[in-house]
């Protein structure tokens, strides 16, 4: 008798929107995967990777048993070999080389996660080093910056009220390709569609008329990387034309004049000059963000990964700020999740440049140092050097500027050990893998995403499948790991609980808690009895209560933008003949490096060309869908050119997280892809020079077509380097 049809609910986790899936499984096989028409943030909506969550669970490339490197080849090994061979390993380094020579490195799915989330520390704990890493410096990391320095804490992120905005800013994101980032918007085309339903706009500032860009009511062009221009002299036309208006914030702002002498020499000429983008039309956006009521301005990783980020961000909110656009319904808004809701008090409020890396001096961030230096710190010899990583759900040597640095680097450590269950570009120079059960096999409740989410909602959803049989979770791979690293240490170390158990304990001590003296008296099975998830309401106005400064205000200009505004007054923006600026590109059915092994996401039209404009080809003379070779400081490669007008003149545009065709990945269907790592071009000493970040847009490279000289960049601190 076939089993049973059930239907599950469960969020999916592949990007920040978190959409509600229906799912309908018999026995180990999944029928259907749609849109949870009841879910009260996503409402049935789904992309193209939702359907494929079912491609990782039956996946025959993941891996489901610890592997070990033997020679050429892997071969699966028990857990317990597995933890005791890494403790001993891990432990051996440490002893020989000190503990930071051992490092972390974290990508991106561990914050979509919860299990990730919540049980790291027990390894961290237990290996001891002061060397981490993780893909927050190739993304987000100046908004955390702006966060910490502004509000206190670097994840009071607030986020646009979408809902309800009259007039929305977007600069360098496109949220219709990627579905929201910093911003949790499920279905963000009908959301941005209502915009413009009730009477309202939005606009695209980016260097490609990209999908979002299409269905604005107006797409500027800009010249990439010189956005922190253009948001000047948006703020000095707000002072110029006295339509400066901080509203119920007004007594909480230290030094608005400060910001008003910072702007002025930044005028609406001078940006015109350096972005291309008119000065009476910079001073229009800034017209519209102070004269529309519920206007917002909202900036990703076109303004966060580039030479300007963290100042781009800082600009970003003080034009928020100084328009009455923060804090208010239409606005930006904190959220108010069941978990994680920050409040004066509250743990991991981060800090900065407490400590510098030790080859090219760069500042950590809440314990971290930039991913950009992760190749230098292995490859450069002496007291401190990187010997021994730990990668967690992380593909640097795609994801990471200067990949093949990084491919070199890895390949020279004294041993590596990775928690993950494909064997891509990155994991196959471990010695061991520690595959985790995949999405679908373990239960979930979305600690990050809640938190950045334009709607408050709450959902937890059970495990869809049973794990397999001699299966762990990436939770108890910590937990287990912890223990056998401490042990060999001879270190006391406890388990953690599973993280259901720690997730009821937040919502507890939550805003929506009896503790907190809500009436709805929240717990996490009372969650548990929504399956589609608890609406928890609309964002509100609360950043007064809810900041945790030292002196609860809001302190606007911090001596780092000062000297990053130097650095901006004295930058002529001008590229030499023949460089073109390479900027990146999201499709909807990627997502970043990992998801190219479901034959449903990579079938159809090739989506990793570079593209150029079509007068850029002529003048290099050369011909579309040619093969051309491109160069930048670091490397070349070799790929397939369109002719494009959505990029501007002088912008080539390549995707990253492709070339998977290389020896050593065991990934059939992402091995028979074409297409290079965008990453082989961008350049690890190109960084956002306040907060390191990576700056993988806006990078300087040349089609060797035309000319075979190298191209030069100039960072003005860094000049000496190269
Ligand atoms: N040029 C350029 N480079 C970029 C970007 C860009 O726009 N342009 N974007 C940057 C951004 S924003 C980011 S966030 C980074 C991402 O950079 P990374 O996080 O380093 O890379 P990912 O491609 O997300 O790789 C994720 C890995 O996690 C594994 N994995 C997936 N789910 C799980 C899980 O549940 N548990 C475990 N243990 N492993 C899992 C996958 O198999 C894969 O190996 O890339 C950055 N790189
Ligand atoms: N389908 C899909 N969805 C994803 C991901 C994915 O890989 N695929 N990745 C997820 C992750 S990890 C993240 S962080 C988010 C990112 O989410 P978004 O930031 O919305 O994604 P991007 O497509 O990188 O958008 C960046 C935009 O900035 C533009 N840009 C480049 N340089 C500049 C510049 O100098 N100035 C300006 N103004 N614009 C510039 C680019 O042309 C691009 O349109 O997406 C998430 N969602
Ligand atoms: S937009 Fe797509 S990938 Fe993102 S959560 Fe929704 S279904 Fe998943
Ligand atoms: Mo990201």
């Known amino acids: 008798m076939p089993a049973d049809i059930q239907t599950h609910y469960r969020a999916c986790n592949l990007c920040e929107a978190i959409c509600g899936l229906e799912i309908k499984t018999q026995g180990e096989q999944v029928l259907s995967i ?61 002893d020989q080389h000190g503990a930071d020579s051992v490092a972390f490195y974290a990508g991106n799915p561990n914050v979509h996660n919860y299990g990730s989330m919540t049980h790291a520390s027990v390894l961290r704990k237990a290996v001891q080093t002061k060397t981490h890493f993780s893909a927050t410096s190739l993304d987000q990391l100046p908004h955390h910056l702006t966060s910490l320095s502004l509000y206190g804490h670097q994840s009071l992120l607030p986020v646009p009220d979408i809902d309800h905005t009259n007039y929305m800013l977007i600069i360098g994101g496109n949220p219709l390709a990627s579905n929201g980032s910093i911003m949790t918007v499920p279905n963000v085309p009908k959301r941005l569609k209502a915009i413009q339903e009730r009477g309202g706009r939005f606009v695209v500032i980016d260097p490609r008329r990209t999908e979002t860009a299409e269905i604005a009511d107006q797409h500027l062009f800009i010249r ?27 007594d909480l702002l230290v030094g608005v004049d400060k910001v008003r002498s910072a702007c002025e020499s930044f005028t609406p000429e001078l940006a015109e000059q350096r972005t291309g983008v008119a000065a009476e039309q910079i001073r229009q956006l800034a017209r519209d963000m102070a004269n529309i009521e519920g206007a917002v301005c909202y900036g990703r990783m076109g303004v966060s990964v580039q030479v300007y980020g963290t100042l781009c961000q800082w600009a970003i909110n003080m034009i928020n700020i100084l328009t009455h656009s923060l804090d208010v319904r239409g606005g930006m808004m904190a959220s108010s999740p069941a978990f994680g809701f920050v409040k004066p008090g509250e743990s991991g409020a981060g800090h900065f440049a407490a400590f510098h890396s030790r ?27 990187i010997r021994g990583l730990i990668s967690i759900a992380g593909n640097p040597v795609l994801s990471a500027p200067n990949g093949q640095q990084i491919d070199q680097a890895l390949a020279g450590l004294d041993f590596m050990v990775s928690l993950d269950f494909y064997i891509n570009e990155t994991t196959q120079h471990a010695d061991i893998i520690l595959p985790p059960t995949s999405a679908l096999e373990h239960d979930h409740y979305d600690i990050a995403f809640h938190r950045l989410a334009v709607h408050n909602t709450a959902r937890f959803n059970e495990a869809v499948f049973e794990p397999a049989a001699g299966t762990l979770h990436d939770w108890e791979i910590f937990n287990q790991l912890g223990q056998a690293i401490a042990a060999h240490k001879g270190m006391d170390s406890k388990p953690l609980p599973s993280p259901d158990k720690l997730v009821d304990k937040g919502i507890q001590r939550g805003p929506y808690s009896a503790a907190a003296g809500h009436e709805l008296e929240l717990t996490l099975d009372k969650i548990k009895q929504h399956p589609h998830g608890l609406d928890l309401g609309r964002l509100a106005p609360s950043l007064p209560e809810r900041l945790c400064t030292s002196d609860g205000k809001i302190t606007l200009l911090a001596d780092y933008i000062v000297k990053d505004l130097q650095r901006l007054g004295v930058d002529q923006a001008v590229t030499e003949a023949d460089e073109l600026l390479l900027i990146g590109r999201r499709h909807i059915r990627s997502n970043n490096s990992w998801m190219h092994n479901s034959h449903r996401l990579v079938k159809g039209k090739p989506r990793w060309q ?12 050369i011909d579309d869908e040619s093969q051309v070779r491109i160069q930048s400081r670091v490397g070349e490669v070799v790929t397939q050119v369109l002719a494009s007008d959505e990029v501007m003149r002088g912008v080539v545009s390549l995707p990253h997280g492709w070339g998977h065709k290389r020896a050593g990945v065991s990934m059939g269907i992402a091995s028979e892809q074409e297409g290079v790592s965008c990453n082989d071009l961008t350049d690890d000493q190109l960084i956002d020079q306040v907060s390191g970040n990576a700056a993988l847009n806006g990078v300087p490279v040349r089609s060797l ?13 860094l000049a000496g380097a190269f």
């Open 224 to 250: 990439p990387g010189t956005d922190a221009f253009l948001l000047m002299a948006m703020l000095n036309t707000l002072f110029a034309e006295n339509l400066v208006n901080t509203g119920h914030l007004t």
């Open 359 to 385: 080859v090219s001096g760069l500042p950590e961030f809440a314990g971290e140092l930039p991913a950009t230096v992760m190749a230098e710190e292995m490859l450069t010899e002496g007291e401190g050097q």
């Open 610 to 621: 570079l593209l150029m404009h079509p007068d850029d080809l002529a003048e290099h003379k």
């Open 34 to 94: 749609k849109g949870d028409k009841n879910d009260p943030l996503s409402h049935g909506y789904i992309c193209p990777k939702g359907t494929a969550m079912q491609d990782i669970y039956t996946d025959p490339d993941r891996l489901r048993r610890p592997v070990k490197k033997q020679g050429d080849s892997w071969v699966e090994i028990s857990w317990e070999e597995a933890f005791s061979t890494v403790a001993e390993k891990l432990t051996a380094v440490q």
């Open 705 to 717: 077509r035309r000319s075979p000289k190298l191209p030069r960049i100039v960072l003005p601190e």
